[in-house]
């Protein structure tokens, strides 16, 4: 509802098959602002993984917002010259640059690598463009910034470590990656138990039963029904099949004649 409000899935749907992470990100993040932000989505941000050592305090100051309603905070792909994020969420301590994919990679990248170079340029990779913005937002201010990749979990942590290594991220913003398949976890083990009104919870059940759908459910059990597993126990197995074959033939071979072994 919210990407076809703001505009990027067209009245008619006729481009919804390439704009299924918009869809995505409306459907998921506006169904989250119904909900006080402090029972679920607190939780969820707090599960970022952070890549730079000694900067895990960001998620301190994610965990001590202490917000209900949230939709003055909540921005859906905010225009920037440098680009678009596709969730902006400004708070009075921190502002939150939310990046999200499905099945697409990067919009843009172009090989710079500040890691192997004295001087530090300016690259066109999106999670950088996207710093730069961020940086922007708090310039002049005492917030502090937190760029979040969110992706399916096989392709979530090596795009977001090599921006990382790459040193192309701005030094003022915290970078980290948080998988949809830690997001289904949060929701599933988590939130779901948390005290929530019957209508939280089924909003809550409806992005479970959406993100399942998307196929970003962890692989869990083999469902194999054997309930007596024991941990001491091992299982060897012995054998060896020999088969002999013997062709000694007396008889004389004509062509176009067939021979029948038994």
């Known amino acids: 509802m919210i990407a076809e409000i703001e505009g990027k899935i067209s009245s008619t749907g006729s481009n919804l098959s390439e704009r299924l992470e ?4 409306g459907d998921f993040f ?3 602002r119904y909900i006080p932000f402090n029972k679920v989505t607190k939780s969820i941000l ?5 890549l730079k050592e000694n900067y895990t305090q960001i998620l301190d100051m994610v965990n001590k917002l202490d917000i209900d309603y949230w939709d003055n905070n909540i921005e ?6 440098l680009g678009e994020l596709d969730v902006l969420l400004d708070f009075e301590e921190i502002v939150i640059g939310i990046e999200v994919k499905l099945y697409s990679g990067l919009s843009s990248d172009d090989g710079v690598d500040n890691s192997v170079y004295d001087y530090v340029a300016e690259s066109s990779h999106q999670l950088s463009r996207e710093s730069r913005i961020l940086n922007k937002k708090i310039m002049g201010t005492k917030k502090s910034a937190f760029l979040i990749f969110i ?7 090596p795009i977001c470590k090599e921006a990382y290594e790459r040193n192309i991220i701005e030094d003022s913003v915290v970078i980290g990656y948080l998988p949809w398949e830690e997001i289904l976890g949060v929701l599933e083990n988590e939130v779901i138990s948390e ?3 019957k209508y939280e919870k089924l909003i809550i059940q409806d992005l479970i ?3 399942k759908r998307k196929g970003l459910e962890r692989f869990r059990s083999f469902n194999i029904e054997c309930p007596n597993i024991d941990a001491d126990l091992y299982f060897e197995f012995k054998g060896k ?3 002999d074959i013997d062709f000694t033939f007396n008889h004389r071979v004509i062509t176009e004649g067939y021979y029948e072994f038994k």
Do not use: H, M, Q, R
């Open 22 to 25: 918009d869809k995505l990100t």
């Open 30 to 32: 506006g169904s989250l």
């Open 46 to 50: 707090s599960k970022t993984k952070i």
């Open 76 to 81: 859906f792909w905010p225009y920037d010259s």
């Open 151 to 157: 992706a399916p979990e096989y392709n979530c942590y």
């Open 195 to 197: 005290e929530l009104s």
């Open 209 to 211: 039963e959406l993100l």
């Open 241 to 243: 099949e020999t088969i």
